[in-house]
């Protein structure tokens, strides 16, 4: 039988058809799979895959480019007490709510602060570490400001875009100029050049960054701002994932855990000789 | 007559060049002057290669990995671009109205949005949808947990970040097959009619008259647009970090958030993709003067 121009275009057609109907066929199977708890999608496939986004203290590369900090210690603890393997998969910080939405990962962790926008999208656990935001400026363009000083349409800011710093800076300090990056190495780096007054960021980067460069940074105000905590991101829609992610924390809160962790990666400096800093 | 170009140095070439080097200089200066860096280049070799003192053996580190996952995508996504896009360029010269207007439209979408929105919107959209219909992230877990998987890991890096590395591939190809599907149309068109009007007159359907006669002829002309256009898919990988995947710009990324070296580490990453691409185009200059004997 030969092959006719009628029968390709006809066999293209009914290719094409059944391509466009298999996308609904998979957005079925995975509206049912939705319905059932993360928990439990977690348990069937025995391993639990966290998003992270690298952020020092809270996850870095160390010299030997693997993955250290705060959230892979918390990682681990919450995959072996579920008895299950941990994965860890490193997701760009502008993108990270719409994966997890999306379900490239189960949960993050990854010192996300609590936000009633973030909140409408993706809900949170309780709060697993409380790190406040401190300000970070160049010492000699902000010499004998005070903090009502900074509101000012002269000063600038920097900040990482998305992250909650730059949120905070617009709330405080609303008549400054903010410009933003992607990259909170790029903002310090404006603070150092001079192009900007101040960054904000969480402790204890400003504290770090200060002590690298004590001729140009310092940490002017004591004072730390939206202490409100971080806490574990998951999708709605899932008590079960609530009621087990809280109560993690909770214990881990009670028997000492979290606290000593926290301790270590963001009071200390042991670690510091694992990475580059 | 021609005129032969002159091939030694003259005086006034060495002016010019005196003139650049002091140009350069002064922005050097005026750079150094004002960014207030402490460059750290040392700590550079140490991501590219680490010496390991307990196994006594290099290990590739962050920056290197990263080069051989960008080649990986390459590789695959240019394979899977050019038989799509050879597939585009014959369905854009189909005597078919339908195929015609089907391979006209993906061509003119896919051209006329920024491959920035592209990725994004089939990251977010179709990739889970692929992924989670065809079961592909139980099956490469499965396979990370086997004991050798030695080849499975040189073809594709860690198995378990398969499924994202199959969505860049595949979303780059896409992309990537709108540009070289023009290409292959304009290499067939130019096939003179003469060719297919003897190829039919001599009782040669249509698949052997593309087979034999078309398509060697034309893919042959379009090497050199075709080898551009793999260069450039080289240089458009580096977008998909955006939606995560390992290669060489997102273990940049990784490397300046972990140690904020951002200048040495990213002028690096340039001259990695330099080395490669640069490479790429003299092999391809060989292979084209090959190809025109």
């Known amino acids: 039988?030969?092959?006719?121009?009628?029968?390709?275009?006809?066999?293209?057609?009914?290719?094409?058809?059944?391509?466009?109907?298999?996308?609904?066929?998979?957005?079925?199977?995975?509206?049912?799979?939705?319905?059932?708890?993360?928990?439990?999608?977690?348990?069937?496939?025995?391993?639990?895959?966290?998003?992270?986004?690298?952020?020092?203290?809270?996850s870095?590369?160390?010299?030997?480019g693997e993955l250290i900090g705060f959230e892979l210690d918390v990682g681990r603890k919450l995959a072996a007490d579920m008895g299950v393997e941990v994965e860890f998969v490193p997701t760009a910080w502008d993108g990270i709510i719409p994966a997890l939405v999306s379900g490239k990962f189960d949960v993050i962790i990854s010192g996300m602060s609590v936000t009633p926008a973030r909140n409408l999208t993706v809900n949170f656990s309780d709060p697993y570490a409380y790190s406040g935001l401190t300000i970070l400026a160049n010492t000699a363009m902000t010499a004998g400001m005070s903090i009502e000083d900074?509101?000012?349409?002269?000063?600038t800011f920097a900040a990482r875009?998305?992250?909650?710093?730059?949120?905070?800076?617009?709330?405080?300090?609303?008549?400054?100029?903010?410009?933003?990056?992607?990259?909170?190495?790029?903002?310090?780096?404006?603070?150092?050049?001079?192009?900007?007054?101040?960054?904000?960021?969480?402790?204890?980067?400003?504290?770090?960054?200060?002590?690298?460069?004590?001729?140009?940074?310092?940490?002017?105000?004591?004072?730390?701002?939206?202490?409100?905590?971080?806490?574990?991101?998951?999708?709605?829609?899932?008590?079960?994932?609530?009621?087990?992610?809280?109560?993690?924390?909770?214990i881990n809160w009670k028997n000492g855990y979290l606290k000593e962790r926290s301790d270590y990666w963001f009071k200390g400096t042991v670690w510091a000789n694992q990475v580059d800093q | 007559m021609r005129h032969q170009k002159r091939?030694?140095?003259?005086?006034?070439?060495?002016?010019?060049?005196?003139?650049?080097?002091?140009?350069?200089?002064?922005?050097?200066?005026?750079?150094?002057?004002?960014?207030?860096?402490?460059?750290?280049?040392?700590?550079i070799p140490n991501y590219l290669l680490r010496w390991d003192e307990d196994d006594q053996r290099w290990y590739t580190n962050l920056l290197l990995q990263g080069l051989i996952n960008t080649l990986r995508?390459?590789?695959?996504?240019?394979?899977?671009?050019?038989?799509?896009?050879?597939?585009?360029?014959?369905?854009?010269?189909?005597?078919?109205?339908?195929?015609?207007?089907?391979?006209?439209?993906?061509?003119?979408?896919?051209?006329n949005i920024p491959p920035v929105v592209v990725v994004f919107i089939f990251f977010f959209f179709l990739s889970e949808q692929l992924i989670a219909a065809l079961n592909m992230e139980a099956w490469a877990r499965d396979i990370s947990r086997q004991?050798?998987?030695?080849?499975?890991?040189?073809?594709?890096?860690?198995?378990?970040?398969?499924?994202?590395?199959?969505?860049?591939?595949?979303v780059l190809a896409l992309f990537e097959s709108a540009f070289v599907g023009e290409i292959v149309r304009a290499g067939i068109q130019s096939i003179g009619r003469g060719q297919r009007e003897a190829a039919r007159s001599i009782g040669m359907s249509w698949t052997d008259e593309m087979r034999f006669i078309v398509l060697p002829q034309a893919l042959r002309k379009v090497l050199p647009p075709l080898s551009n256009q793999f260069i450039s898919l080289v240089k458009d990988?580096?977008?998909?970090?955006?939606?995560?995947?390992?290669?060489?710009?997102?273990?940049?990324?990784?490397?300046?958030?972990?140690?904020?070296?951002?200048?040495?580490?990213?002028?690096?990453?340039?001259?990695l993709y330099f080395i490669l691409c640069f490479g790429l185009s003299l092999l391809f200059r060989r292979l084209e003067t090959n190809a025109r004997q």
């Not at chain 1, 001729?215 to 004591?222: A, D, G, K, N, Q």
């Not at chain 2, 070439?13 to 150094?32: E, G, H, M, P």
């Open chain 2, 73 to 111: 995508i390459a590789i695959y996504s240019s394979i899977l671009a050019l038989i799509l896009g050879t597939i585009l360029g014959i369905a854009r010269t189909a005597n078919n109205l339908a195929i015609r207007m089907l391979a006209r439209t993906y061509l003119e979408v896919l051209r």
């Open chain 2, 147 to 170: 004991d050798d998987i030695a080849v499975w890991e040189f073809f594709f890096g860690d198995m378990r970040r398969f499924p994202s590395l199959i969505s860049g591939v595949i």
């Open chain 1, 60 to 64: 870095m590369r160390d010299k030997k």
């Open chain 1, 161 to 250: 875009r998305g992250a909650t710093p730059a949120t905070v800076i617009a709330q405080l300090f609303p008549e400054a100029n903010l410009l933003l990056f992607d990259e909170d190495g790029a903002a310090t780096q404006e603070v150092l050049n001079g192009n900007a007054h101040a960054t904000m960021a969480a402790d204890p980067t400003p504290s770090a960054e200060a002590r690298k460069n004590p001729e140009t940074l310092s940490v002017p105000f004591s004072e730390t701002f939206l202490a409100t905590g971080e806490s574990f991101a998951y999708r709605k829609g899932d008590p079960d994932a609530s009621n087990f992610f809280n109560n993690w924390i909770s």
């Open chain 1, 1 to 58: 039988m030969k092959l006719t121009r009628r029968m390709m275009s006809a066999a293209m057609g009914i290719a094409l058809a059944t391509s466009l109907a298999l996308p609904a066929v998979a957005q079925d199977a995975r509206a049912d799979l939705s319905k059932t708890s993360v928990i439990e999608q977690i348990k069937e496939a025995g391993v639990i895959k966290i998003g992270l986004s690298l952020f020092t203290p809270w």
């Open chain 2, 237 to 271: 990988s580096s977008i998909i970090s955006l939606i995560s995947v390992q290669e060489l710009t997102y273990k940049t990324v990784e490397l300046v958030a972990s140690t904020r070296m951002i200048f040495e580490a990213w002028i690096t990453t340039a001259c």
């Open chain 2, 7 to 43: 091939q030694r140095l003259h005086w006034l070439d060495y002016l010019i060049l005196a003139v650049v080097a002091v140009f350069i200089a002064v922005i050097w200066f005026r750079i150094s002057g004002s960014l207030n860096y402490k460059w750290q280049w040392d700590r």
């Open chain 1, 150 to 155: 900074y509101n000012k349409p002269e000063i």
